[in-house]
């Protein structure tokens, strides 16, 4: 697949621009507060079950599960259009506000919108894992999305009395778009720091984590306190990794396969942040994420790299984000549909136009179904 990137510097740049706009906010947001009219996760109910193996939504509530899978033939690959050498948008949020106080909020009425435009579009979400891990099992004729939410924030999940997600929390608009457009598929990843969704005490965590864990998302590891690793030393990067690994295990969460890096910025031994061990706590992830600025390439491509996969900042196109955030990059894949990732609904291939053979990474070749 020819890559989406038009100038490769003009890219790093970008990535570069998100990161230090990222930093400065960051620096001066006000402390993190509850939605209004949520209960903390744990406030009530028994204890939590360890999370299921298939995801259990709950009363009212769709489900995350897919569709039974298909056996795809060139023919009916060609039909659906399949190109699972194509990009995918992998979309990133932080703090979901009714007023935003900085450039990378969003409001509810902004992600809700953008979230239906990615429904009507065909879009179907993923989580990073299932991306970085080539298993995006979605329906044939559909476009695989990455939602992920930074931070661990308040806005992104807390329970209503009723024990019903927050409305305008990530996790109840998600839902909510689950609703209104069936094929929608409920999942997301939300990488959290020392505190998830700005819980303090361990009981409240737990029931948070397994809460979203069981239903088919993702919870996974965005260091202990959200650091500028380049500053950092390698022990000191280690330690940030494992101490969230140690709680998110003590709070009954899978290993992490992903970590977003705090700001987008890799620490100056990048292998630090891909496997490691800190006090009897070992780590190996299959994907490390930036913090901008371009489509990711398919995981099944030569030009992978899950060292360092590209993410866009969920936003409009002013400043900064004018040619960079989701508002363009999804106009773009609107109008170039032949470099936008189609699947095939068959997980055991691989469909590709023909001329695309050549892009495909040798451990994958076996499974192409090129026509």
Known sequence: MRSPIPLTKIIILANVLVVAVAVV????????????????????????????ANPSPGPGL???????????SAEFARQVKANEAGAVPILMY????????????????????????????????????????????????????????????????????????????????????????????PVATFWVNRYPFGLRERKDQERAVRWLVARGFEVANHTW????LPRLSKKKVTEQVARVERLLKRLGVPPSETLALPFGAMPRKRSTVQRGKWDGVSYRFKGVFLAGAEPSVSPFVKDHD????????????KGEC????????????????????????????????????????????????AY
């Not at 769709?62 to 795809?72: G, N, V, Y």
């Not at 979605?138 to 009723?162: C, M, N, R």
């Not at 899950?306 to 196109?317: E, H, L, P, T, V």
């Not at 040619?323 to 691989?350: F, M, N, V």
């Open 62 to 72: 769709p489900s995350a599960e897919l569709p039974p899978p298909i056996t795809a």
């Open 94 to 185: 932080h703090r979901i506000t009714r007023k935003r106080l900085a450039s990378i909020d969003r409001t509810p009425a902004q992600v809700r919108g953008e979230l239906e435009k990615l429904a009507r579009g065909g879009y179907v979400p993923v989580t990073a894992r299932e991306f970085a891990t080539g298993r995006m099992d979605i329906p044939a004729g559909k476009h695989p999305v990455v939602l992920t939410f930074d931070d661990g924030h308040p806005s992104h999940f807390a329970l209503e009395a009723d024990g019903s997600p927050a409305k305008d929390t990530a996790v109840g608009i998600i839902y909510q778009v689950a609703v209104k457009y069936p094929g929608f598929r």
């Open 25 to 52: 906010v960051l620096l001066v947001l006000p402390p993190a507060s509850e939605p209004p009219g949520a209960a903390r996760p744990g406030t009530a109910g028994s204890s939590p079950s360890p999370p299921s």
């Open 225 to 228: 306190s959200h650091p500028h």
């Open 322 to 369: 004018r040619k960079w955030c989701s508002q363009y990059w999804l106009g773009w894949l609107d109008k170039h549909p032949r470099e936008r990732y189609t699947a095939d609904g068959d997980p055991d291939r691989i469909s590709i136009p023909r001329g695309l053979r050549g892009n495909i990474r040798a451990d994958r070749r076996q499974k192409i179904n």
């Open 306 to 317: 899950w060292r360092a996969i590209q993410r866009i900042q969920s936003n409009g196109k």
